[in-house]
């Protein structure tokens, strides 16, 4: 993949493709009337040439050539791309920049670096593409280690073999959303798996996380797609056997997914791929009633109609994105059929009823087959606004605005309350850490028993101190989903920002958990902090 | 659930509903004339009186009240119902009786009955229905232990909770099949979980053991179902979150999921639970050609038409089940739909063009609806012969006829090869040990990168010889599925019988698993030589 790009340095993406200073002041002047912000400056990341990085404390031996110390690759490596990360990257705060930054290429190489760093006590953390908004590829490791290597997959990102009779693929950890895009298009399949972060992340990021895509329901997480996987471990190299199902013992996959690097490193897998669909149907519906849409998206899912697509965005969230000319709340509802179209017909017709029972009006009525039409819907604002959104969240923080997202997953009965605690509790945090705020909520993903509600909170910060504001409204916020027995993360992964919540909520599975990770990982090296955590 | 029939002390089910002696003896005249089988005596089991079992090594401590000592209980709790089983009940040879029968009323009994075996050394086997073919609940546990006791569930058998709003309920371990059926209808649900052993199995069971269920596709398997659930281990009792989905960290629900008794008891799980369907669709269609239906089968797994049914029956298993005046191969087609009776009619054309591609006729044409019509169809016909194909297997082992299926799931890419040498090699080794025999093929279930094929194969032993016999053909098809990379089980678990093929497949996990087995049970007392065997 070349490109004339220039990656940046701090934040998402490419430079060019940043929105630019017009954009930036248009934003700042929507904020401060519409929303009510005060007076924002905006400030620019230092030039990389200025970022200090501490001398690393420790060297690779000569063996392990595919290591570099080069201040960019230590820079670029050392955060993710969440709130956080992008402040600190803003103020040019690169303390936590690891020692030594590995691009092995071979699972040998990987098996080397691991040798060495298990003997060493150097702590390793595995990085694909860094997009992690959770501090879960973060040289935060505590005392105790000698020191820290990121260990890059992105040398490891070749389609190693296509078999199309059982629709498979078996493709390196170190391969991104585009990569794994074209190199199965040539064959006609594509893997259908589309997180935000797609244009940035790894097969193996998205496997070691969890990783949601954006479908709503049904074939959508990458752990629907995993067919087998490889994980080079200090103990060895692990590999699950090459079978659709099996029903012999724990499913030793589910050693390697969401397990984020404390394990081992995620080499390799055999994914399921599919054609693109045949037939597609969709719509949108307006509901200005909440319950209503709440009620109308349990019914669909409930039953088990299946939608690609069944994202609601509330009010806020729709002003937010400036979607509609309305302050309905809105609901995109789509479905796909990798037979022919009478399905999603029957299918869309379906739901759409569901909802008219429930108070939904759909005035444009469905619409059947590929987007010809050259009329833009809303759904075609979303969808653009939610590629472009990690670029613009750069600005944010630039303005010295707290920009960030949570979210999790409930059953249907509790979700009421705890909804209405989540709009409460973040409002006021936002209240008394800055002033004012605006939180706003969508549906990411829905299930018969409950959805994945999936909250975005902004609110003006005091330049130095909007590391502490933000983490007051994190804390209240990851405190009501504790309160509250939902999940601390539906998709986001856990990382270190999540683990105080995730201890909490496994309790019973730490032991075990520690367990496993003593065997694969003995010297206890594997992402310090994720998950099992021995830091000081 | 009172009844007046009488449970077999060594067989299937109810002593009433096995078939009457000139049943038997039209099976016994069809396995001689259409099957060559030499000429075959039918033996009985002895009478439960004159069945001897060995005096009891332990007493259980007066505060643990729920056991028994009876005769009749440890008898009913030495074997499962494997073929190998049946053949030791006929024999009356109880020698593995456990020597101790507990029957829990609660979490605290459970856990005052691991405390003192744990300290005690006695080994437990966690049963439910006691219905596992693959030896898992057999007292059969080396030696280093002081005696074994049986834990059985079946006192706990309530439906706990029912949360409509979220379509869930929460049901005790050792509820049976009807017992979680009726109890949910009266509130319009259904679990919509139907493996063969239904009547007999209990929900704990099923979530130890991954059960697979009736349908062929999407939610069938009990791992579908769980939302939630609790074990008590020996460590203490572990619960997992009532979340529909959580991206943080390795699932805990498969640490349960799958565990066969190994790491704990599961006591009750927050099951999804949902109504009847709407709609359904069927139709049979026949094939003359065996790679035009599994081609035809692949084509609508790969579309993910999502069929309930999808049940290929090869030629030799319809003739086994008599169940068409053809030698074609079978394929039973359904869909289903908790909505409208749209997508269910698309679904069923889309696929009976796919077959009409591949060869495949449908003479009687697609049924819509529920089965009004008065003309029984050779799928009705099977759906009788799968219920009561349990009790027929007790007869065959009267008849001194092996009798036994094994399973396993392999990609589309590998199943020509693969199932070509199960046909070969079984039939083989039936030659070489009894001289003929008979196998046959189904799929249970079908997956877009491959089936879940189902083998049967029937033999004429030698009385005395059964099990040496039987073992030779086993080990036979054990040994291809290794050597194929498929895996030893689909749906009918690990247990003993599997051990040494799991072991094999497995490998990289192995200390893993013996980790997280430390860390829930550290005395090793749970399910001794199952999925961790440190037994002598």
Redesign the interface.
């Given at each position: 993949v070349s490109d004339d790009r220039t990656r940046s340095y701090w934040g998402w993406g490419y430079v060019e493709e940043h929105p630019d200073e017009d954009e930036v002041q248009a934003l700042r002047e929507r904020l401060e009337t519409e929303f009510g912000f005060p007076e924002l400056d905006l400030v620019d990341a230092p030039d990389l040439a200025d970022v200090e990085v501490p001398d690393p404390e420790i060297e690779a031996p000569a063996h392990l050539d595919f290591c570099t110390q080069e201040k960019r690759s230590r820079v670029h490596h050392t955060y993710g791309d969440g709130y956080r990360d992008k402040v600190l990257g803003v103020r040019g705060d690169f303390d936590a920049a690891p020692d030594i930054v590995a691009r092995p290429e071979s699972e040998d190489d990987v098996a080397d670096l691991l040798e060495w760093a298990s003997d060493e006590r150097v702590a390793v953390i595995p990085y694909g593409g860094g997009t992690s908004v959770a501090r879960g590829i973060e040289a935060e490791v505590g005392g105790g280690f000698a020191g820290v290597v990121t260990l890059d997959t992105r040398e490891m990102d070749a389609i190693l073999e296509i078999?199309e009779?059982?629709?498979?693929a078996r493709i390196q950890a170190g391969a991104l959303g585009p990569q794994i895009q074209d190199g199965l298009a040539e064959h006609g399949y594509q893997l259908r798996h589309y997180p935000q972060s797609y244009e940035f992340s790894t097969l193996g990021g998205w496997i070691a996380?969890?990783?949601?895509g954006h479908f709503a329901t049904e074939?959508t997480?990458i752990d629907d797609f995993v067919?087998s996987a490889r994980m080079v471990t200090p103990?060895?190299?692990?590999?699950?056997?090459?079978?659709?199902?099996?029903?012999?013992?724990?499913?030793?996959n589910?050693?390697m997914?969401?397990?984020?690097g404390s394990l081992g490193v995620i080499t390799e897998a055999w994914m399921?791929v599919?054609p693109r669909p045949e037939a597609r149907s969709r719509a949108t519906v307006r509901f200005s009633d909440w319950e209503g849409a709440v009620d109308a998206i349990?019914e669909i899912a409930?039953?088990?109609?299946s939608p690609a697509n069944c994202r609601l965005l509330d009010r806020n969230e729709s002003t937010l994105f400036e979607l509609a000319d309305h302050d309905d709340h809105l609901l995109f509802l789509g479905f796909e059929s990798?037979?022919?179209a009478?399905?999603t017909?029957?299918?869309l017709?379906?739901a759409l009823s569901m909802c008219e029972t429930h108070g939904g009006e759909c005035p444009r009525g469905p619409i059947h087959g590929d987007r010809e039409s050259d009329e833009e819907t809303p759904e075609d604002r979303w969808r653009s606004a939610f590629i472009e959104a990690p670029y613009v969240w750069d600005e944010f923080v630039r303005l010295g605005v707290i920009f960030a997202t949570f979210e999790?997953?409930?059953?249907?009965?509790r979700f009421d309350d705890f909804h209405a605690d989540i709009y409460e509790g973040v409002t006021a945090a936002m209240d008394d850490a800055c002033g004012t705020g605006h939180v706003s909520c969508r549906f990411t993903?829905v299930?018969?028993?409950?959805?994945?509600p999936y909250y975005t909170f902004m609110a003006p910060a005091e330049r130095g101190r909007e590391l502490e504001q933000w983490r007051q409204i994190k804390q209240t916020a990851g405190d009501i989903i504790d309160d509250h027995?939902?999940?601390?993360?539906?998709?986001?992964?856990?990382g270190r920002l999540?683990q105080q919540w995730?201890e909490r909520?496994?309790a019973?599975?730490q032991?075990?958990?520690?367990?496993?990770k003593?065997?694969?990982d003995p010297a206890g090296i594997m992402n310090p902090g994720v998950?099992v955590d021995d830091t000081e």
């Amino acid at each position: 993949v070349s490109d004339d790009r220039t990656r940046s340095y701090w934040g998402w993406g490419y430079v060019e493709e940043h929105p630019d200073e017009d954009e930036v002041q248009a934003l700042r002047e929507r904020l401060e009337t519409e929303f009510g912000f005060p007076e924002l400056d905006l400030v620019d990341a230092p030039d990389l040439a200025d970022v200090e990085v501490p001398d690393p404390e420790i060297e690779a031996p000569a063996h392990l050539d595919f290591c570099t110390q080069e201040k960019r690759s230590r820079v670029h490596h050392t955060y993710g791309d969440g709130y956080r990360d992008k402040v600190l990257g803003v103020r040019g705060d690169f303390d936590a920049a690891p020692d030594i930054v590995a691009r092995p290429e071979s699972e040998d190489d990987v098996a080397d670096l691991l040798e060495w760093a298990s003997d060493e006590r150097v702590a390793v953390i595995p990085y694909g593409g860094g997009t992690s908004v959770a501090r879960g590829i973060e040289a935060e490791v505590g005392g105790g280690f000698a020191g820290v290597v990121t260990l890059d997959t992105r040398e490891m990102d070749a389609i190693l073999e296509i078999d199309e009779e059982s629709r498979r693929a078996r493709i390196q950890a170190g391969a991104l959303g585009p990569q794994i895009q074209d190199g199965l298009a040539e064959h006609g399949y594509q893997l259908r798996h589309y997180p935000q972060s797609y244009e940035f992340s790894t097969l193996g990021g998205w496997i070691a996380t969890h990783a949601g895509g954006h479908f709503a329901t049904e074939y959508t997480h990458i752990d629907d797609f995993v067919e087998s996987a490889r994980m080079v471990t200090p103990s060895g190299t692990v590999e699950t056997q090459q079978v659709p199902r099996s029903g012999a013992g724990p499913k030793s996959n589910h050693f390697m997914l969401g397990s984020e690097g404390s394990l081992g490193v995620i080499t390799e897998a055999w994914m399921n791929v599919q054609p693109r669909p045949e037939a597609r149907s969709r719509a949108t519906v307006r509901f200005s009633d909440w319950e209503g849409a709440v009620d109308a998206i349990r019914e669909i899912a409930q039953a088990r109609l299946s939608p690609a697509n069944c994202r609601l965005l509330d009010r806020n969230e729709s002003t937010l994105f400036e979607l509609a000319d309305h302050d309905d709340h809105l609901l995109f509802l789509g479905f796909e059929s990798l037979a022919g179209a009478g399905s999603t017909r029957e299918n869309l017709s379906e739901a759409l009823s569901m909802c008219e029972t429930h108070g939904g009006e759909c005035p444009r009525g469905p619409i059947h087959g590929d987007r010809e039409s050259d009329e833009e819907t809303p759904e075609d604002r979303w969808r653009s606004a939610f590629i472009e959104a990690p670029y613009v969240w750069d600005e944010f923080v630039r303005l010295g605005v707290i920009f960030a997202t949570f979210e999790t997953s409930i059953t249907w009965d509790r979700f009421d309350d705890f909804h209405a605690d989540i709009y409460e509790g973040v409002t006021a945090a936002m209240d008394d850490a800055c002033g004012t705020g605006h939180v706003s909520c969508r549906f990411t993903h829905v299930y018969p028993d409950g959805p994945a509600p999936y909250y975005t909170f902004m609110a003006p910060a005091e330049r130095g101190r909007e590391l502490e504001q933000w983490r007051q409204i994190k804390q209240t916020a990851g405190d009501i989903i504790d309160d509250h027995g939902a999940t601390i993360t539906h998709h986001h992964a856990v990382g270190r920002l999540h683990q105080q919540w995730y201890e909490r909520e496994t309790a019973d599975f730490q032991a075990t958990l520690r367990a496993m990770k003593g065997a694969l990982d003995p010297a206890g090296i594997m992402n310090p902090g994720v998950l099992v955590d021995d830091t000081e």
